[in-house]
């Protein structure tokens, strides 16, 4: 059985430290700039690691469900976000074994990763669906990633398929309102980029409202993921930062961080096309992905001395780090977080030192593997 990408690049690429260290200038994880937010930061500082957490996390639960509007029980926790899609997936290949599972175009890797570690089936969004052979877990990230686009919810059926959307995100968008969820959506939550926190670990999903059409369903997925979580899914650190997440003041710093980089992104965008030459498509987020230079899919693109498979090593050997974003279903791209303008001028200086002044001309014409694209636009 064949995955979309290639199973060891989207099982083991991700962005931040790897085996050379933390990166000293790093654009490759989606973290708040901002961050660490100080109020979570005191919090997970001051957490009593002699005791276990209460193994239901009751209190943890109420909190993060006035935060929401709903009722306790339909707040779910999880280890991280990924804990959630694979413990996700796996109720929906206990329930219907080799089910197709339908992920974004271009996406994080752990939806179709933890599908193919199942044997189920995954399909891209762009890919025809046979509308007698329904995806019966559906995953959709708002805003997108690594794009950082915004992007409307796939119609489903909540009575016959799951529909999760993934909104790591949303707080950390830009631009514009985040669109409403489909009724019988479930939503995912991993707040530590938001809060700059990602080094803990600790996320959240919030089941659907029961319906006469979906209740069947509803329950007993909700029963499901809760049979199938480990004990205490959450450590201590993971419920300070939640909890403190849900608390007014987080919110509150959250918002007013969005100013911060929202003028950050214009000035990293000017430098990233003005001087560096890059071609950078618009994004509602604190990251988007870039390129210089034209390749196509075929043979010896990566032989090239320009390519991101050449330039990113070393890049990475004088302390700056980009997200290749091949495991995403982009090769040739890069994803590019928003950072400080001190970070942003390391990032120029060591660009010219790396690869010099060659003349990259900054190009909004996409070939091969990017003519889906065709809807997006540059800054």
Aim: charged share 20%.
């Amino acid at each position: 059985m064949t995955s979309i990408h290639d199973r060891n690049d989207l099982v083991r690429t991700h962005g931040g430290p790897d085996a050379l260290g933390v990166p000293r200038w790093d654009f490759s994880t989606n973290a708040n700039a901002c961050g660490p937010a100080p109020m979570a930061l005191e919090q997970v500082r001051q957490v009593d690691v002699r005791r276990y957490p209460d193994p239901s996390h009751t209190a943890l639960r109420q909190q993060l469900a006035r935060l929401h509007g709903v009722e306790p029980a339909r707040i779910i926790v999880a280890g991280s976000a990924s804990e959630f899609i694979r413990r996700m997936t796996l109720a929906i290949a206990l329930l219907h074994p080799g089910a197709r599972v339908r992920v974004p175009d271009y996406a994080y890797g752990e939806y179709a990763a933890a599908a193919d570690a199942l044997g189920l089936r995954v399909v891209r969004e762009i890919d025809d669906l046979d509308a007698k052979d329904p995806a019966w877990l559906i995953w959709h990230t708002e805003p997108g990633s690594p794009i950082g686009d915004a992007r409307a919810a796939p119609p489903f059926n909540p009575g016959e398929s799951v529909l999760v959307v993934d909104r790591a995100y949303t707080p950390l968008r830009l631009d514009g309102e985040a669109p409403p969820v489909p009724d019988g959506a479930w939503q995912l939550w991993s707040p530590n980029k938001a809060l700059g926190l990602t080094g803990v670990r600790g996320a959240y999903a919030i089941a659907p409202v029961r319906t006469p059409e979906s209740a069947v369903l509803t329950d007993w997925l909700t029963g499901r993921l809760a049979a199938l979580a480990p004990s205490w899914p959450l450590g201590a650190h993971g419920v300070a930062m939640l909890q403190c997440w849900a608390s007014d003041e987080a919110q509150s710093w959250v918002r007013s961080s969005l100013h911060i980089l929202r003028s950050w992104r214009r000035q990293q965008i000017d430098l990233c096309q003005k001087r560096l030459g890059w071609t950078c498509l618009t994004s509602v987020t604190p990251f988007y992905i870039a390129r210089w230079g034209q390749w196509t899919a075929g043979e010896g693109a990566e032989s090239d001395p320009l390519h991101p498979a050449q330039v990113l090593p070393e890049l990475r050997a004088v302390g700056i780090k980009l997200r290749d974003c091949t495991s995403m279903g982009l090769p040739g791209w890069v994803r590019v977080s928003v950072q400080a303008p001190p970070t942003q001028q390391a990032l120029a200086l060591l660009w010219r030192q790396t690869v010099g002044d060659g003349g990259f001309v900054p190009t909004v014409r996409q070939s091969g593997f990017q003519s889906g694209f065709q809807s997006l636009s540059t800054y």
